[in-house]
């Protein structure tokens, strides 16, 4: 057994993730396998099991893929492979094929340079301090008999359950699709072929490179070339997916874009009229809309802590069936399993258009609307993201101040709040803030520029 770990970088909060070639190798694919064997035998012992594979466009991804199912099937694991698809394609198989795992090789909306590994085992996320204790496993011996290899295309069994999102809505609209180049493509042919409306396809190539535009719907830049295509071709709608297709960007048929935390209370409103007096879940850089919208539509409004996989948990936790975050992540537990899928929630979105028989546009224009910075990204040193946020903690207790700590800090008062937290992708302090006009807009940001400068020491300038 070769002697190998992880570089302590790559262990991310959701996943496992770095640079190709810099501090990610086809070592870690081999190691991930001997893991995997591992953790199987302390948690699974004495059964067969079969890991289901699904990998994206990346350059890395071929030689990150071979390698792992070699390292699979040398530990006694079987593989059924899915080929090159998107993580909910994965997230699907998790469900409904004989499996007790699942890799997804990707990055998601990284740079071209990135890969990693996004890891399901025994329907469990490995994340978080779980995947620290994963990393951690034993390594064990090699059995004598090596694991089976089977290939399994389920991109029709895939659609067929996913277009069930649409129920049963009557209207065809014009959509305009940016695929990013990214690994939902795979599946533009099976939208035209089972979704109702007509459909105009951008980027729907898988290339590597991402040569249009980076592989991040969150990002207003990365949708100018859908904005154009919706103006122009006249289309109700346009939907945009990220690297590896959990995730889902939206603009309206002005060409505006939707931000993910309106967007989320659009059809955590919508759900409720379905599910009344349920709880709904935002991740905590959501809008005061959220709260008071869910609230004002006899919901259960609560905020929890950023990130799919943490999300995924708080789910099970509270037993909501609706959650979405800021990031585009979106998840249905009523009529489908839970997990993130970018083209199950755009038709959970054109079902919402239909039976409200409203436009995009006029719905998010019927919701309140707030002053607000956009999320605000701050590089700062190694493990600094984390320690400033404890220092701004210290303050707010030193001034007797009450917040919440459920991710971050985030500080409420009547004229409106503040966010930082640690980015968990990255060494980014991530700030956002509302006011509830733009006065208190103001106020919020002179209150957080204020505690941050102290936190940070003067070690970096704010221009918020």
């Not at 879940?281 to 929890?304: H, Q």
Request: glycine share 8%; aromatic share 8%.
């Amino acid at each position: 057994m070769t002697d190998l770990s992880f570089h302590p970088s790559i262990l991310r909060a959701y996943d496992i993730r770095g640079t190709f070639g810099e501090n990610l190798f086809p070592q870690d694919a081999t190691l991930l396998g001997q893991k995997i064997a591992a953790y199987f035998k302390r948690y699974h012992p004495s059964k067969t099991c079969t890991m289901g594979i699904v990998r994206d466009g990346r350059h890395s991804s071929p030689a990150l893929h071979k390698v792992l199912i070699e390292s699979l099937l040398c530990q006694g694991i079987h593989v059924l492979d899915f080929g090159v698809g998107p993580s909910p394609l994965g997230y699907y198989a998790s469900f409904f094929e004989k499996i007790e795992g699942l890799v997804v090789i990707t990055a998601s909306h990284n740079p071209k340079q990135d890969n990693g590994f996004k890891i399901l085992l025994l329907g469990q996320n490995i994340c978080g301090d779980a995947l620290h204790a994963f990393a951690s496993l034993p390594a064990c011996p090699s059995p004598e008999e090596k694991g089976h290899y089977h290939a399994k295309n389920i991109f029709e069994d895939y659609i067929q359950h996913t277009r069930q999102a649409l129920a049963k809505t009557a209207t065809k609209l014009r959509v305009a699709w940016d695929f990013g180049h990214g690994a939902m493509s795979v599946l533009a042919p099976y939208i035209k072929k089972y979704i109702p409306g007509e459909h105009f396809f951008l980027c729907e190539t898988l290339n590597g490179d991402f040569p249009s535009h980076e592989p991040d719907p969150t990002v207003e830049k990365n949708l100018a070339l859908l904005k154009e295509c919706v103006v122009s071709k006249g289309c109700a709608i346009g939907f945009a997916f990220d690297g590896d297709g959990d995730r889902l960007g939206v603009v309206d048929h002005t060409g505006a874009m939707i931000a993910g935390d309106r967007l989320v209370t659009l059809l955590g409103a919508h759900f409720l009229k379905n599910q009344p007096g349920t709880t709904v879940l935002a991740d905590i850089k959501s809008s005061m809309i959220f709260k008071e919208v869910i609230e004002k539509n006899g919901g259960v409004p609560l905020l929890t802590r950023s990130g799919h996989s943490f999300i995924k948990t708080k789910m099970k936790e509270t037993g909501a069936l609706f959650a979405g975050e800021m990031s585009g992540h979106l998840f249905f537990a009523d009529e489908n399993k839970g997990y993130d899928d970018g083209l199950y929630a755009a038709l959970r979105v054109l079902r919402m258009l239909d039976e409200m028989q409203m436009s995009l546009h006029e719905l998010n224009n019927a919701l309140p609307s707030y002053d607000a910075t956009p999320e605000i990204k701050l590089s700062v040193e190694v493990g600094e993201n984390f320690a400033t946020v404890e220092r701004v903690k210290k303050d707010l207790i030193h001034q007797q101040k009450s917040f919440s700590e459920e991710d971050g800090v985030r500080f409420e008062t009547d004229k409106g709040w503040w966010l930082i937290r640690a980015s968990n992708t990255g060494n980014h302090l991530i700030v956002r803030m509302e006011g509830r006009t733009q006065d208190d807009l103001e106020v919020m940001k002179a209150d957080c520029k204020s505690i941050l400068k102290k936190a940070l020491n003067g070690t970096i300038t704010l221009e918020f």
